[in-house]
């Protein structure tokens, strides 16, 4: 079973960065979409950013200008440049790998990372 492992979620003043990480191991990155998501404290999970294979990115509105996402094939690894932070942007973040090229219906999510931003 492939497992994601995040990283790099802290406690951070509000007009911070943070970089999140995301790593795995095995051949099946490279053939997979990877994404980024949150859940905020007492809502749902929502999308923040996924990139494709061939690095097309897509943002949700409320990220768009201040993310950046971008992927490491060579070191399995997806990560989230995140800038200009603000307090509505404290969730737990969550990578998911998949679909692959080869199953569009497989999906696996890492444990989440946590993000506090203070005010």
């Known amino acids: 079973q492939v497992q994601l492992v995040e990283s790099g979620g802290v406690l951070v003043q509000a007009g911070g960065s943070l970089r999140l990480s995301c790593t795995t191991a095995?051949?099946?990155?490279?053939?997979?979409?990877m994404g980024w998501y949150r859940q905020p404290p007492g809502k749902q999970r929502e999308l923040v950013a996924t990139?494709?294979?061939?690095?097309?990115?897509k943002y949700s509105d409320s990220v768009k200008g201040r993310f950046t996402i971008s992927r490491d094939n060579d070191k399995s690894t997806v990560y989230l440049e995140m800038n200009d932070l603000k307090p509505e942007d404290t969730a737990d973040y969550f990578c998911?790998?998949?679909?692959?090229?080869?199953?569009?219906?497989?999906?696996?999510w890492g444990q989440g990372t946590q993000v506090t931003v203070s005010s």
């Open positions: 998911r790998l998949g679909p692959t090229i080869f199953d569009p219906d497989y999906v696996v």
């Open positions: 095995g051949s099946i990155f490279s053939t997979s979409v």
């Open positions: 990139i494709t294979r061939r690095r097309d990115t």
